[in-house]
């Protein structure tokens, strides 16, 4: 029997820690009905390999990963799956908000007029 992927094993660690029951769970578990490479894609690398490198809490990952998320304009489900791990993980409403306010010259008004709705349907989820 082979030993299992390490980046596998973490992956589904940090999948549990920063999505588990929440809407990046839910995009992962959806890929798997279309692509399972894709998922597993994402469990190994993107979470098991690149959310786990040392240089960076996990809390500054998913601050970096909501204004990518908001410069692109058209993530929303990732920006709401980073959004809720940020708050999973102790990132405060505050940094969230300010984080999306820092876009505004960058990612533009609308982008993040539209990442505040997202901001303020999460919010009212996590009371």
């Not at 990046?24 to 469990?43: K, L, S």
């Not at 204004?67 to 304009?73: D, I, K, Q």
Request: proline residues 5%; contains cysteine.
């Amino acid at each position: 029997m082979c030993a299992p992927n390490p980046l596998r094993r973490r992956g589904l660690e940090l999948l549990a820690q920063l999505h588990g029951g929440h809407a990046g769970e839910a995009m992962v578990a959806e890929m798997r009905d279309v692509c399972p490479a894709f998922a597993d894609m994402t469990i190994d690398w993107a979470i098991g390999s690149i959310m786990d490198r040392p240089g960076l809490d996990l809390v500054t990952r998913e601050l970096i990963l909501v204004a990518s998320c908001v410069t692109l304009g058209y993530a929303t489900p990732q920006l709401r799956a980073h959004v809720e791990a940020a708050l999973q993980i102790g990132a405060t409403r505050e940094q969230v908000v300010e984080t999306v306010l820092q876009l505004t010259f960058y990612a533009g008004g609308p982008a993040v007029r539209n990442a505040l709705i997202v901001l303020k349907e999460v919010f009212s989820q996590t009371t």
